[in-house]
């Protein structure tokens, strides 16, 4: 299925997780905070949350700034 | 006699806040925030970039430091909430620093805008810190409205141009009951120090120190210059005349 990764698609096997995706991108949970349709998504919960085809997720993380 | 700043009950011993962007090298950070001093340290929140994920910006700033995200990228009130939530998600605390910008050219804060986003974002229980252009009414509405500190800006983000708006952050200090810091424009410790001595409760600096030749060695001339405006501050300023008073006694040497 495809979901909308950072505003770009993104193919994903079909009923994966958020964990999964972190897993598939190599970043650990602890350092980003990732959005699912506009909703966040508590840390202790991306390996329940299930992802749906057209799903928007985003992944952020803090970097430097003013 | 021990001097601190408080904000939402914590006590601030630096009065020198400092941002980690714009560095050449991030790895410079922990030395120059340990010269600089500082007890907080902003940080911005975007996307990881999935492809080429960088460096973690939390492993340059020391332990126990007081993290103060931004808002940047906010248009209006609703993005800067929405920021100021996911920001909260990452786990390092409940300091918001508002920043909403509708204008490209100069990067000056849309007021109103802000305004809303610390009214909403103080009642989530997050310890707000608005960016904003000096402006009294502003200034009140922000202090009903539930903001910790009030952080007006000297000049434009990024610019080095110094307190251009000196008169009217003077006018916060006199007249507004929170913590004063000027942040964005700052580009020399004198102005640093000029800020202090009016009373202003701390600068925020980033532009500052990153574009300079040697940042470690410009963090700490900031610090020395904050702690002596502070210093000034405290003591007093002694009047200005526009006449001559002579500091040695009058009469002349061996004559009356």
């Known amino acids: 299925m495809t979901i909308i990764l950072n505003g770009k698609q993104f193919g994903i096997p079909d009923n994966s997780t958020i964990q999964n995706l972190l897993d598939i991108k190599g ?21 329940t949350a299930e992802l749906k085809p057209g799903d928007e997720i985003e992944v952020l993380h803090f970097v430097g700034g003013g | ?63 126990g430091k007081i993290l103060l995200p931004n808002t940047s990228g906010a248009r ?8 100021a939530r996911l920001a909260r998600s990452m786990g390092c605390g409940n300091w918001i620093k508002i920043e909403v910008i509708n204008d490209q050219k100069y990067l000056l804060p849309d007021n109103e805008e802000t305004i809303k986003a610390t009214r909403q974002l103080a ?14 009414s502003t200034a009140r509405k922000l202090v009903d409205a539930g903001a910790a ?5 000297g000049a434009p983000i990024g ?13 916060l200090v006199s007249e507004i009951d929170l913590p004063i810091i000027v942040d964005a424009g ?30 470690v060695k410009m963090a700490h001339a900031f610090r020395l210059a904050v702690e002596a405006g502070r210093d000034a501050y405290l003591a007093g300023p002694g009047p200005v005349s526009q006449k001559a008073k002579a500091s040695s006694p009058l009469t002349g040497f061996l004559r009356e």
């Not at chain 2, 700052?186 to 940042?215: C, F, K, N, Q, W």
């Open chain 2, 1 to 63: 006699m021990e001097d601190y700043l408080i904000i939402a009950g914590h006590k601030i011993h630096s009065r020198l806040f400092t941002g980690s962007g714009k560095y050449r090298d991030d790895s410079i950070m922990p030395a120059v925030i340990e010269a600089a001093g500082s007890q907080v340290v902003t940080v911005a929140l975007r996307r990881v970039d999935l492809d080429k994920p960088g460096d973690n910006i939390l492993k340059y700033v020391p332990e």
């Open chain 2, 149 to 153: 500190a009030v952080m007006p800006l």
């Open chain 2, 186 to 215: 700052i580009g020399r410790p004198s102005h640093a120090a000029h800020a202090m001595e009016i009373g202003v409760d701390a600068v925020l600096l980033s532009t500052a120190i990153a574009s300079s030749d040697d940042p």
């Open chain 2, 123 to 136: 009642k989530e229980n997050f310890i707000v810190l608005p960016y904003i252009c000096p402006d009294l």
């Open chain 1, 27 to 47: 970043i650990e949970k602890a350092q980003v905070v990732v959005e699912l349709n506009r909703t966040i998504i508590d840390r202790g919960k991306t390996g």
């Open chain 2, 76 to 83: 209006n009130t609703e993005e800067a909430i929405r920021i």
């Open chain 2, 159 to 171: 610019t080095n141009l110094g307190l251009k708006t000196l008169e009217l952050i003077q006018i």
